[in-house]
């Protein structure tokens, strides 16, 4: 969707960047299909859900002000596109095996270029996977909870080798090995780059945030008015294992 200046109003508004798997003999392999973008190329974006809004993987850009809201619940979050591969052979003295997953996520972002960049709910604002850029603001609220989760990208690969030399009491060579990382995508924020910019994530009840990256040339708040702030981290992990 394109325009000069975009507007819509529905009962729901549900924008979804699509995937294809593709398999074959050894595994399978997601693909993200085209782009679900909203474009304004001269003005504003104002999108107002009466029940809930929802993007997977969305892009959104405008050179003013982008306004979403729901009348229920707002969930903004990433695509996430997996794959998995496992290839084994063997012979009467010598067996091999590999394997090999992965999880990536691809976020939704919002991009106002001169302007502001506000995203209310009536009942649960949540993002999942997110980067925030505006010109000036930044305002995340809710009249209910607002949680904001970081997402993590994943990989896991295994190789496994044994052989036997000949004979009856033939020495057996063996070397396994393991490797797994995680990394944290998180929830990004960047307020302020025409100029002054304050980030504002606000709830009438709980609000809570895992590890958000804020940048911002003016104020940040983090605040609810009746209910808690919960602040969590998350961290990046890397694992391996080898033996023979």
């Known amino acids: 969707v394109e325009g000069s200046t975009v507007e819509g109003e529905a009962q729901a508004i549900i924008i979804e960047r699509l995937v294809d798997r593709y398999e074959n003999a050894y595994g399978f392999d997601d693909v993200l299909q085209g782009e679900a973008s909203i474009f304004a190329h001269e003005g504003g974006m104002k999108l107002k859900a009466k029940d809930h809004f929802e993007s997977v993987g969305g892009h959104f850009k405008s050179k003013e002000d982008i306004a979403i809201s729901g009348g229920k619940k707002v ?3 990433a695509q996430q596109t997996a794959s998995s591969y496992e290839y084994k ?3 009467k003295r010598k067996n091999q095996s590999f394997s ?6 691809h976020k939704t972002d919002l991009s106002s270029e001169e302007g502001s960049v506000k995203v209310h709910s009536g009942e649960e604002t949540r993002y999942e996977g997110i980067s925030v850029e505006a010109g000036k ?10 949680n904001g989760i970081s997402v993590q990208d994943y990989t896991h690969s295994e190789s496994h080798y044994a052989k036997k030399s000949r004979g009856a009491f033939g020495r057996k060579k063996k070397k396994d090995d393991v490797k797994t990382t995680v990394t944290t995508q998180r929830n990004s924020f960047k ?4 100029g002054q ?8 009840q709980d609000n809570t945030q895992q590890a958000p990256d804020i940048e911002a040339k003016g104020d940040v708040e983090i605040l609810s008015t009746e209910g808690k702030v919960k602040l969590k981290t998350d961290k990046s992990s890397q694992s391996s294992s080898s033996n023979s």
């Open 197 to 204: 910019g304050h980030v504002t994530l606000k709830s009438k």
């Open 137 to 146: 603001d930044i305002e995340f609220t809710s009249d209910g909870e607002l």
């Open 100 to 105: 090999h997953q992965s999880l990536k996520n």
């Open 75 to 77: 969930h903004l979050s």
């Open 191 to 194: 307020a302020g780059t025409k």
């Open 89 to 91: 052979s063997g012979k």
